[in-house]
C-alpha cells in the first residue's frame, strides 16, 4: 500500500461564482508519497488549480484537501508549516523571481523561515551549485537569459528542501540540453526522496519520467494511474487535448504489425531496440564508474564515455575532459550496448543505484546489459 | 539593450559595489557642497580630478553611449549659460567687450567672465561626480540605504519592486514595439496613435496579470509580508565620516589658499584688466 | 528561387560589446521548408529582424526577393507587406480589442480599402479557425487561441514569406499539430515559411533545410541529417539530436545496414522497422461542404482521419467526429501499416500534398494503394 503524500476529496473549486462550470468539478486524486507523478492536461484543464491547493494557495470551495493524511488549515501558521515542506515552480520564472540578485532571490525562502545565517549560507551554495549557476551568485536577476532565469527560479524553490516539489512545465522554454539537464536534476531529486510532481502537456516528457499520471480535462479528472492503459484508449486521449507519446505509439504499431504482444511498454527508444533485437545479437557491457568527489582515474580505452549528474558534469569540466554523451547519458549508453558496443558511464555515486535501476530494466525487454564496476 | 539596462549593468560591475551607498552619497554631496561655497577656481579641478579617479577606478570610465550624449547635452547647455553669464556683467565695472549683437546687449566685465568659467568649470566638476556615484550604486542599493536611514520599509520594498518590474515590462515594451513595426504599426500618424495606444494598454494588461501570479507565486514561496535582506551592503561607517569631513576641509582650505590664483581674463585677454 | 540573402550582416545591440549577428551568409530558398535553429540569445529573432527591415545591419547587406532591402519609410511598408513575422509570445503582438478588430489591424495598417480588409480577416479567421470568437474581446481568449489570432494577424498580410518563432511552444499537443498542419498547406500554397526554434524534434519533422546559429555565427546550412551527424557541432550549439534521428541511426548501426533513407514521421519509421500486409486509403476530397461520399465515410466501419483547414472545420461541427482530428495523415497512413484500410478527409489543395506523402512513404519500404474520391 503506498503512502498518500496528497489526498483531495470531491474537490470543487470556482475562480468566480458566475463559472458555468467548476474549474475543479469533484476532483477526487491521490498522490503518493515517492512515486514520480506527472499531472497531465491541456491549457486550461486545471492543473495549476489543482497543485496550488495542494499547498493551501487555493481553499476549495467544497471537498477537502489532506497533506500527509491530515486536511490542511488554512490559518497563517498552518499554512507557513505546510510551505514549509512544499515548493512550486512556476512555469514564467519572471512571476517568482523577486529580488534584485541571484543570491538574494534564493535566500528568499530560507530567510522567510527564519533559518540562520550560516544554513542560508550553505543551501545558496547547495542550490546554486545543482542548477549549474555559482559563478551567477552576485549577479542581477534581471541581466539573466530565460534559461537562466528558469535556473535560478529552481534554485530558489529547491533552497529551503522541500519534501515535495511541484513543477509547472518545468522544461518548456528551455534548449534541449538545459532541459536534458533539469530531468537529471529532477531524478537526483526523486533519488534523494523528495516527492516530485510535474504539471505538463508534454507527453513525451511525462511518459519517458512518470510512474504514475493523473490526467485532468475542464476540471475533471478523467485518469488516474500507470501512463499505459491511458495512451492506450485512444478516444480518452483524443478527448483531453494530448496525444499518444511517440514512443508507445511506434511500440504498439511495430508490435501489432508483427502480430506480437504491445507489452511490455518501453518508454525509451533503447527499450524499443532492444525489442527487436534478433535472438543472439551481442549485447554491449556498460562499465560505471561512480564518481564522489574526485574523478576516478578509469582509462577510456577508447571507448565512447557518458556523464550523468552534476558533479560528474562539474568535474569533467574543470578537468578539461571531452565526454562523448553530455546528455541523457544513460540512454545513448544502452543504445550502444544494444548495438553491440561498450561503453563507460561515469556518475555521480549516489545516482549508482537509479542508473543501475535504469539499466536493469532492459532485461524486461529481453537482453541483460551487462554492467562492469 | 534598453539605456536603463546598460546603466544596471555597469552599476552591477562597478568595484565600487561593496562600498556603502550612503557613504558615498554622503561624500559626493559633501564634495559638490565645497565644490560650490568656495570660489577658488581651483577648487572645480580638484573635484573633477576626485571624479575622474573615483570613475576610473569604479568603471574604467566605461559610460553608456546615451549617458556621454546627455552628459555633452548637459556640457553643451552649461556652455551657452555660461556664455549668457560672461556676457551680462554688472555695469558698474569697466567693460572688457561692449557691444549690441543682434538683440543681445553684450556687456562683458572681468568679474562676468570668470564668474562665466568658474560655473562652468563647477558644472562639470560637479557631473564626474555625480557620475561616479550613479555608475557604482544600483537602485536596489540606493533603497536599501533608504531603509538604512529609517525610510518607511514599505517605501524601500515598492522601490524595489518597481525596478524589477520595470525592467521586465520594458521588455515587453520592446517586443511590442517591434511586433508592431512588423505590422505597419506606425505608418501615418493616425494609425501611431493606435499603436501607441494599444501598446500602453498590452503593458497595463500584462503587468496586472503579473501582478496577480506573482502575488501566488509570493504566497508560494511563504512571503511573511516583508522582503527579508541577506546581504545589505555595507552601512554608513564612521570612516566614511572621516574621509568625507577631512576631504571638505583639506578641499576648503585649499579653496581659500588658492583664491584668485587663476584668472582666466588674464589668460584669454592678456594683462588689459 | 531566393526568396530572402543576406550577405556578411553584422549587428551590434546599442551597449553591447560583442556583435550579436557576426557576418552572417544566409540564403533562405522558395519552397523550401527552413528552419532556423539555435538556443536561446543565439541571435534567431535578431535575425529575422533583418529578413524585414525593423533592424538595420550595421554592415553588409539584406536582399529580398532579389532587391536590397532600402530603409526609407516607403520601401519598408511594401517589404513589411511581404515578410511577416508571428512572435512567440502573441500577447506581444495583439494590439486589438476584438479578435476581428486584431487581425484587420496590419491590413488597416496598410491603408487597404475597407472592403478588402474584411476580406482578408474573413479569410485569416476561417485559415486559422477562429470564425466564431470574431467579435470577441483579445482577453477573454485562451493561450492557444491568442496564438492562433497572433497567426491570423500575420495572414491578413498575405505575406510571401512568413517567419514564425517558436510556433509551437506552449501550445497542447493537438493544438500544435494543427498548426503545423496549416503551415503546410500554407507552404504548399505557395507561402515560403521559416520557423525559428530551438525545438529539434519540430525541425526535423519539418524543415527540408536548416541553418543553425550559434551566439550570432551561421555554423551550418544544409540538410538537418548533415548537422545531426557532427554529434560535437550539435553539443556546442546547446541543442541535441532529434529523437527519431537518434533513434534510426541506432537501428541501422543494430542491422548493419545503412541509415539512409532518413525517416522523418513515425510512419516512415515504423515502415523501416516493421512491415506486414497494407491496408488500402480511400482519399476523399472535400470544397466547401461535407458530401455524402463524407458523411458515408464517418458512419462507416474504416478509421477517418482529416488533413486540412476547411475540412477539420467543416468535421468539427458536423454531428459525426472523425476518428484522427489531429495528424490526419500520419494517423490513417499508421492504420494502413496495421492492415487496416481508413479514409482520409482532405482538402482539395491538399491532393497534392497527400500524394507526396504517401510517394516519401515508398522509400521506406510502404506502398499505401489508394484511390480519390471527389
Given amino acids: 500500500m503506498k503512502e498518500c503524500i496528497f489526498e483531495t476529496e470531491n474537490l470543487v473549486y470556482s475562480y468566480s461564482t458566475k463559472q458555468a462550470k467548476p474549474s475543479l468539478d469533484n476532483v477526487s486524486v491521490e498522490i503518493h508519497k515517492g512515486v514520480r507523478t506527472a499531472i497531465l492536461g491541456a491549457n486550461g484543464a486545471g492543473k495549476s488549480t489543482l497543485f496550488y491547493h495542494f499547498n493551501g494557495i487555493f481553499k476549495p470551495v467544497s471537498g477537502t484537501v489532506k497533506y500527509m493524511g491530515k486536511p490542511l488549515e488554512y490559518t497563517r501558521e498552518a499554512l507557513t508549516e505546510l510551505r514549509n515542506d512544499i515548493s512550486v515552480v512556476v512555469q514564467n520564472p519572471d512571476e517568482q523571481i523577486f529580488s534584485a540578485t541571484v543570491e538574494e532571490d534564493i535566500a528568499f525562502g530560507p530567510m522567510n523561515m527564519g533559518m540562520e545565517r550560516d544554513e542560508i549560507e550553505r543551501r545558496i551554495q547547495e542550490s546554486l551549485f545543482k542548477v549549474g549557476m555559482e559563478e551567477y551568485r552576485e549577479r542581477p536577476t534581471i541581466q539573466l537569459s530565460y534559461g537562466q532565469r528558469k535556473r535560478v527560479a529552481l534554485a530558489g524553490a529547491l533552497a529551503i528542501s522541500p519534501k515535495v516539489l511541484i513543477l509547472d512545465e518545468p522544461t518548456a522554454g528551455l534548449d534541449p540540453q538545459m532541459s536534458q539537464e533539469v530531468i537529471e536534476l529532477v531524478e537526483q531529486l526523486c533519488e534523494a526522496g523528495t516527492t516530485v510532481i510535474i504539471s505538463t502537456h508534454d507527453v513525451d516528457l511525462a511518459y519517458a519520467w512518470a510512474e504514475e499520471i493523473h490526467v485532468l480535462i475542464h476540471g475533471d479528472l478523467v485518469y488516474s494511474g500507470e501512463p499505459e492503459p491511458f495512451f492506450d484508449d485512444h478516444e480518452k486521449v483524443a478527448m483531453t487535448g494530448l496525444v499518444m507519446p511517440h514512443t508507445f505509439s511506434v511500440n504498439s504499431s511495430v508490435q501489432r504489425i508483427c502480430g506480437r504482444e504491445v507489452a511490455p511498454y518501453p518508454r525509451t527508444n533503447s527499450q524499443i531496440l532492444c525489442k527487436m533485437l534478433p535472438e543472439g545479437s551481442r549485447i554491449g557491457k556498460i562499465r560505471l564508474v561512480p564518481v564522489e568527489d574526485s574523478l576516478p582515474d578509469v582509462p577510456a580505452e577508447g571507448l565512447p564515455t557518458g556523464i550523468y549528474g552534476a558533479i560528474t558534469r562539474r568535474l569533467f569540466r574543470a578537468a578539461g575532459r571531452e565526454p562523448d554523451y553530455h546528455f541523457n547519458a544513460i540512454e545513448y549508453c544502452l543504445m550502444d550496448a544494444v548495438g553491440g558496443k561498450d561503453s563507460v558511464l561515469f556518475c555521480d555515486a549516489p545516482m549508482k543505484d537509479r542508473v543501475l535501476e535504469v539499466i536493469g530494466r532492459m532485461e524486461a525487454f529481453g537482453k541483460k546489459v551487462e554492467v562492469v564496476m | 539593450m534598453s539605456e536603463e539596462m546598460q546603466m544596471d549593468t555597469l552599476a552591477y560591475s562597478s568595484r565600487m559595489l561593496k562600498w556603502a551607498p550612503l557613504g558615498k552619497f554622503l561624500f559626493v554631496i559633501a564634495v559638490l557642497i565645497v565644490n560650490i561655497v568656495t570660489n577658488s577656481m581651483m577648487v572645480p579641478f580638484v573635484t573633477l580630478a576626485i571624479g575622474l579617479v573615483l570613475m576610473a577606478y569604479s568603471t574604467n570610465f566605461k559610460i553608456p553611449f546615451f549617458v556621454a550624449l546627455a552628459l555633452a547635452e548637459a556640457v553643451l547647455i552649461l556652455a551657452i549659460g555660461c556664455g549668457m553669464i560672461s556676457i551680462t556683467g554688472d555695469k558698474a565695472d569697466p567693460a572688457i567687450w561692449d557691444t549690441n549683437l543682434l538683440w543681445f546687449d553684450v556687456y562683458m566685465t572681468h568679474d562676468s567672465f570668470n564668474k562665466a568659467w568658474l560655473v562652468m568649470f563647477r558644472g562639470i566638476a560637479g557631473m564626474a561626480v555625480m557620475m561616479s556615484f550613479a555608475t557604482s550604486t544600483p537602485i536596489p542599493h540606493l533603497s536599501q540605504a533608504l531603509k538604512q536611514v529609517h525610510m518607511p520599509r514599505e517605501v524601500s520594498e515598492l522601490v524595489v519592486l518597481i525596478y524589477r518590474y520595470g525592467f521586465f515590462l520594458l521588455e515587453r515594451l520592446d517586443a511590442m514595439w517591434e511586433a508592431a513595426h512588423c505590422r505597419m504599426g506606425f505608418n501615418g500618424f493616425m494609425n501611431t496613435m493606435k499603436t501607441t495606444a494599444s501598446i500602453t494598454v498590452g503593458i497595463f494588461t500584462s503587468s496586472s496579470n503579473l501582478a496577480d501570479k506573482a502575488q501566488i507565486a509570493l504566497d508560494c514561496r511563504n512571503y511573511q509580508g516583508y522582503f527579508p535582506i541577506y546581504n545589505a551592503p555595507p552601512k554608513l561607517g564612521i570612516k566614511w565620516i572621516l574621509v568625507t569631513v577631512a576631504a571638505v576641509a583639506l578641499i576648503y582650505v585649499f579653496g581659500i589658499y588658492t583664491e584668485g590664483w587663476i584668472d582666466m581674463t588674464k589668460l584669454f585677454f592678456g594683462g588689459s584688466a | ?374
Fill in chain 3, 1 to 374: 528561387m531566393t526568396v530572402i540573402q543576406t550577405d556578411n550582416i553584422v549587428y551590434y545591440y546599442e551597449g553591447a560589446s560583442k556583435p550579436s549577428m557576426d557576418g552572417v551568409s544566409i540564403t533562405i530558398k522558395k519552397g523550401v521548408k527552413t528552419v532556423i535553429l539555435g538556443s536561446n540569445g543565439a541571435g534567431k529573432s535578431t535575425l529575422f529582424y533583418h529578413f524585414n527591415g525593423v533592424v538595420k545591419p550595421k554592415s553588409g547587406t539584406v536582399k529580398v526577393m532579389g532587391k536590397p532591402v532600402s530603409y526609407r519609410k516607403k520601401d519598408l511598408r511594401e517589404l513589411r507587406s511581404k515578410v511577416a513575422v508571428v512572435l512567440q509570445n502573441p500577447d506581444d503582438q495583439i494590439f486589438g480589442q476584438t479578435v476581428e478588430g486584431d487581425v484587420g489591424y496590419g491590413p488597416r495598417n496598410m491603408k487597404l480599402p475597407e472592403e478588402e480588409v474584411k476580406e482578408r480577416v474573413d479569410e485569416a479567421l476561417f485559415q486559422t479557425g477562429l470564425g466564431e470568437f470574431r467579435e470577441k474581446n483579445t482577453m477573454q481568449l485562451s493561450y492557444g487561441q491568442r496564438k492562433r489570432l497572433a497567426l491570423a494577424g500575420a495572414l491578413a498580410m498575405k505575406p510571401e514569406v512568413l517567419i514564425m518563432d517558436e510556433p509551437t511552444a506552449g501550445l497542447d499537443p493537438q493544438m500544435a499539430l494543427e498548426l503545423m498542419e496549416l503551415a503546410e498547406q500554407l507552404h504548399h500554397n505557395g507561402t515560403t515559411i521559416v520557423i525559428s526554434t530551438h525545438d529539434v524534434d519540430l525541425a526535423y519533422a519539418w524543415a527540408d533545410e536548416i541553418h543553425v546559429l550559434k551566439r550570432g555565427k551561421l555554423i551550418y546550412s544544409g540538410t538537418s541529417e548533415g548537422f545531426y551527424r557532427d554529434s560535437a557541432a550539435v553539443h556546442s550549439t546547446g541543442v541535441m539530436q532529434p529523437s527519431m534521428f537518434v533513434m534510426n541511426e541506432n537501428l541501422a548501426r543494430m542491422r548493419e545496414s545503412d541509415p539512409a533513407p532518413y525517416p522523418r514521421t513515425e510512419s516512415q519509421l515504423i515502415s523501416k522497422m516493421a512491415s506486414g500486409p497494407k491496408g488500402g486509403l480511400e482519399i476523399v476530397l472535400v470544397d466547401g461542404e461535407l458530401g455524402d461520399s463524407v458523411h458515408a465515410a464517418l458512419k462507416g466501419g474504416r478509421k477517418t482521419g482529416v488533413f486540412g483547414t476547411v475540412v477539420r472545420r467543416l468535421v468539427s461541427d458536423s454531428e459525426k467526429k472523425a476518428d484522427y482530428m489531429f495528424n490526419g495523415f500520419e494517423a490513417c497512413a499508421g492504420e494502413c501499416l496495421m492492415g487496416r484500410d481508413s479514409v482520409l478527409l482532405c482538402d482539395r489543395d491538399c491532393l497534392d500534398l497527400v500524394k507526396a506523402k504517401i510517394e516519401d512513404l515508398k522509400a521506406f519500404g510502404t506502398d499505401i494503394s489508394y484511390n480519390v474520391n471527389g
